[in-house]
C-alpha cells in the first residue's frame, strides 16, 4: 500500500495499533476494502470508539452508521456534511491529503461497530476510530470581569503532545465565522469535554493539521471551550474555514442545526463569547465588511468577498455550515452582541506615519469624551488630543519626528476598552547582521576565494558607505561612499583590491558599514583575512591505477605556496585520514609537489573508491585549506562481444561495464575507436569478415582483456 507523504505517519502508527494521549484519547486508523458491487459493508471495530471520522480517494460520497454496544443502529450520515473546513492555503499548514476528502468527526457514543455505504467513485476508504471518554467530574471555570466563562485547554485536556506547530497570528480580527460541528446533538455534559477532545485529535492526527481547527467550541449546555492554542485574546489564526482564516474567529458550536434551533444555554454562551472576543478586537457586530479570499473551491485567490462581521461559514465557501436553523439565527445572535457589554469603541485606524502627519480615528457606539495619546518606547509621554462625541478624529504632527517607535492609544473612559497599536513609521535605524562570506579571502588566480560577498541589513532606508580598512587603520578600499541602500539586506563584493585595482598585501582587514538618514546614525565591522599563502591545488592523474601494469601508477597533487607555512597534504576518506603524504614545518614558499602510490598509512593497498586529497597550510594568518577529489581504479573494465554477424555489412554487439575507450578490429586491419558509456554498444562496417576482436580502456587506463568473437552469416 502506497500512502500519500502527509499521510505515512499517521500509517505507520495506525499499524501499530492506535495513538495513545496523555488525555486517555486513543485514535485507530483502519483501511476498509471498497467492493463497488457490495456498496454495503458491515465491519466490527478494532477498538469501542466514542467518535469516528472517514478519509477517502475518489469522486464519489460515503454514508456510515454505527452501533451501540447495546446493539441499536444509528441512522445513516454522511460522512463529509460540512466541506472546507480547512487551513488557509499557503501557510505551511496541510491543507489538504493529496487526493483524500477529509470528512467530519462524528461523535457516536459508545460504539463496536460500523457499516459503510458508498455511493459514486470511491476508490480507497479509511477509518479513525477515536475512544474518548467523558469527565467523571464537572469543569468549573469563573468568568473573569469583561470575559465570559471558557474552559481552557489544560482543563478540558487538550493534547499539547501532538501540537505540530506554534500557532500563526494575523495582524487584527476583522470578523467572526460561526459553524456547527455536524456531529449528534445527543451527548450529556459529561461528554463536551471528550467530544472536543476527540476533535483536536482528529483534526491533527488524521487531518494532519497543526492543532485544532476552530478558536472556540461552544457546547448546548452554554459551556465555552477554548479551542486552537495561542492565546485566546490573541489573533490566532485558525482552520475552519478555508481562505478565509486569516482575520477571523472561528466559533463552532456541537451538533448539527439545520433543522433544530440552538438551545438558549447555547444562545447565550455564543452571546457572551462574541460581545467579549469582537470588543477586543474593537468589531462593530453589526456592521459588514469586504475580505479578500485567500482561496477555496468557492471564492478564488484575490477574489472580494461581502461578509457581515458575524458571518456563517457558508458565508465563505461551498458548505451548509453552520446548518440552516442556526444561520437563520444569526442575525438576532448579532443584535443581541451589539447590545452586550455597551458602551464601546469600534474601528479604530491610524493613516499616516512618522516625518508627517498621523491621523488617528475611531468610532464610539454612543456620545462620550475621548482622549488620544502618543507615546515613546519609553511610555513618555510625547503628544496628546482630546474631543467629544461618536467620531474619534485627531491628527499628530510627526513632521519634527522622522523616525522612532512610538504608540497611539484611545480611551473614552474607564467602561470603554482602550485601544493601542503601533503608530506607522521606520524604526530607528541600525546596521544588523553584518558578514563577510567566506571571511578568508584568497585572490590568487586559481579561482577559490577569489571574491568575498559583504551583506548587511539596514532596518530603515539610509545612505551607507562600505569601507576595507587594514590594521593600521587606513581605508584601503570604499566599497560605497554615501550611497542610498534600501531597507532590508543588501550585498557587495570586494575582491582583493584597493581603490587603485592594485592587490592588498595579505593580512587582517576590517569591513566597516556606516549608515545615516536624518537625525540618526549607525555602524558595524566585520572581520575578513587576505591570505594568499596556499593556491593552484592540481591532483592528477585522476583516476590512477596502482595496479603494477606500469600506466598511472601514481597521483601527484602540486600546489603554490607564496610564503613558508607549516605544512601538512593528507588522503582522507570521508573524514578518516587514510595517509600522510607530507608534514613539513617550515616548508619553503614555491611550487610543491607530493605523489601518492595508492598505500594507506600502514602501507597496504587503499581500497578502490573515491578519496580526497587535502592540503593544510597553516602561518600567522591562520590556516588555509585546499582539497581535491581522486578516485583509485584498478580494476579493468569488463568486457564482451555479445553478436557478431554479417551480411553486406559486419555488425557486432559489445557490453561494457563501465565508460571506456572502445576499439574494435574488424578482422586483421579496419578498426573502430569510440568513448563509449557503460552499456551495450552495436558497430558495423562493410564487408565481409572473418572475426571481430575489441579491446577497451578505462579512465584509468586499465585495459579489459581482449574479446573477441567469429562473424557469424546472416542467412536470406
Known amino acids: 500500500m502506497t500512502l500519500p507523504r502527509a499521510l505515512l505517519g499517521a500509517a505507520l502508527l495506525a499499524l501499530l495499533g492506535a495513538w495513545p494521549s496523555p488525555a486517555g484519547v486513543r485514535v485507530v486508523a483502519r483501511d476498509v476494502p471498497v ?43 454522511p460522512a463529509r456534511p460540512e466541506a472546507e473546513d480547512l487551513p488557509d492555503r499557503g501557510t505551511g499548514e496541510a491543507t489538504s491529503r493529496r487526493g483524500w476528502k477529509l470528512g467530519n468527526p462524528y461523535w457516536t457514543d459508545a460504539s463496536g461497530a460500523i457499516e459503510y455505504r458508498v455511493r ?158 469582537l470588543d477586543v478586537a474593537h468589531v462593530d457586530p453589526l456592521s459588514r465588511l469586504a475580505w479578500i479570499s485567500a482561496g477555496n473551491p468557492e471564492y478564488r485567490a484575490g477574489t472580494l468577498v461581502r461578509l457581515r462581521a ?49 491621523h488617528v480615528t475611531g468610532r464610539l457606539s454612543t456620545v462620550l469624551p475621548w482622549t488620544v495619546t502618543i507615546r515613546g518606547a519609553d511610555g513618555l509621554l510625547v503628544a496628546s488630543g482630546s474631543g467629544s462625541g461618536t467620531h474619534v478624529d485627531w491628527t499628530w504632527d510627526a513632521s ?23 503608530v506607522p513609521g521606520p524604526p530607528p535605524l541600525a546596521v544588523r547582521r553584518l558578514r563577510a562570506a567566506p571571511a578568508v579571502l584568497t585572490p590568487n588566480g586559481d579561482g577559490v576565494g577569489e571574491t568575498t560577498r559583504i551583506v548587511f ?17 587606513v581605508v584601503v578600499r570604499r566599497l560605497a561612499d554615501a550611497r542610498s541602500f534600501p531597507t532590508g539586506s543588501s550585498r557587495l563584493l570586494w575582491d582583493g583590491r584597493d581603490g587603485r585595482g592594485a592587490p592588498v598585501p595579505d593580512g587582517f582587514y576590517t569591513v566597516l558599514v556606516s549608515a545615516h538618514s536624518p537625525g540618526q546614525s549607525d555602524s558595524d565591522v566585520d572581520n575578513i583575512v587576505v591570505d594568499r599563502t596556499l593556491g593552484h591545488l592540481h591532483v592528477a592523474p585522476r583516476p590512477f591505477s596502482p595496479n603494477g601494469d606500469g600506466r598511472r601508477e601514481t597521483t601527484t597533487a602540486t ?63 591562520g590556516t588555509r585549506v585546499l582539497s581535491r577529489g581522486v578516485r583509485l581504479d584498478s580494476t579493468p573494465p569488463a568486457l564482451r562481444v555479445a553478436r557478431a554477424v554479417a551480411g553486406r555489412r559486419t555488425s557486432v554487439t559489445v557490453v561494457l561495464g563501465e565508460a571506456a575507450l572502445l576499439k574494435v578490429r574488424f578482422g586483421s586491419s579496419i578498426v573502430a575507436l569510440v568513448a563509449a558509456t557503460a552499456g551495450t554498444h552495436t558497430l558495423s562496417r562493410v564487408g565481409v569478415f572473418r572475426f571481430v576482436r575489441a579491446i577497451a580502456w578505462d579512465a584509468a587506463e586499465n585495459r579489459a582483456t581482449t574479446a573477441w568473437a567469429r562473424v557469424r552469416r546472416r542467412s536470406y
Not at 402 to 419: H, L, N, Q
Open 559 to 621: 600546489f603554490d605556496l607564496t610564503r613558508a607555512a607549516t605544512v601538512r597534504v593528507l588522503v582522507l576518506y570521508g573524514d578518516r585520514r587514510i595517509a600522510t603524504l607530507r608534514s613539513v614545518v617550515g616548508l619553503q614558499a614555491g611550487p610543491q609537489s607530493f605523489a601518492w602510490d595508492g598505500r594507506t598509512g600502514s602501507g597496504t593497498r587503499a581500497s578502490q573508491r573515491r578519496y580526497t586529497v587535502r592540503v593544510e597550510a597553516t602561518t600567522s594568518l
Open 310 to 358: 458575524v458571518s456563517g461559514h457558508r458565508d465563505t465557501g461551498p458548505t451548509s455550515c453552520p446548518g440552516t436553523a442556526l444561520y437563520g439565527q444569526l442575525p438576532g445572535i448579532a443584535s443581541s452582541v451589539a447590545a452586550r457589554g455597551l458602551p464601546k469603541l469600534y474601528d479604530p485606524e491610524v493613516a499616516g506615519g512618522l516625518g508627517g502627519s498621523v
Open 400 to 422: 519634527g519626528t522622522p523616525f522612532g517607535i512610538f504608540t497611539y492609544t484611545i480611551e473614552a473612559g474607564a467602561d470603554v476598552r482602550p485601544w493601542t497599536a503601533a
Open 120 to 277: 459514486g467513485n470511491v476508490r480507497r476508504l479509511r477509518a479513525f476510530f477515536i475512544q474518548s471518554g467523558p469527565d467523571s467530574t464537572a469543569l468549573r471555570v469563573a468568568a473573569r470581569a469583561g470575559q465570559p466563562a471558557i474552559i481552557r485547554r489544560n482543563q478540558w485536556g487538550a493534547d499539547e503532545s501532538i501540537v505540530r506547530a506554534a500557532p500563526y497570528y494575523a495582524s487584527r480580527v476583522r470578523f467572526a465565522v460561526v459553524h456547527h460541528t455536524a456531529g449528534t446533538n445527543s451527548y450529556t455534559a459529561a461528554q463536551s469535554a471528550a467530544i472536543v477532545r476527540g476533535i483536536q485529535r482528529y483534526h491533527v492526527l488524521a487531518n494532519g493539521w497543526n492543532d485544532i481547527g476552530y478558536n472556540f467550541l461552544v457546547d448546548k449546555y452554554g459551556q465555552v471551550f477554548e479551542g486552537r492554542g495561542g492565546g485566546i485574546d490573541r489573533n490566532v489564526v485558525g482552520a475552519h474555514a478555508q481562505g478565509f482564516n486569516t482575520g477571523s474567529t472561528g466559533v463552532s458550536l456541537l451538533g448539527t442545526y439545520s433543522s433544530s434551533r440552538i438551545s438558549a444555554a447555547a444562545r447565550s454562551a455564543l452571546v457572551k463569547l462574541l460581545a467579549w472576543r
Open 35 to 77: 467492493r463497488p458491487a457490495a456498496p454495503e459493508r458491515s465491519q466490527r471495530a478494532p477498538v469501542r470508539f466514542d467518535m469516528v471520522g472517514l478519509h477517502w480517494r475518489g469522486s464519489g460520497t460515503v454514508w456510515f452508521r454505527t452501533r451501540s454496544l447495546a446493539g441499536v443502529w444509528s441512522r445513516w450520515q
Open 457 to 473: 541589513s539596514l532596518t530603515t532606508a539610509a545612505t551607507a558607505t562600505v569601507e576595507i580598512v587594514n590594521g593600521s587603520g
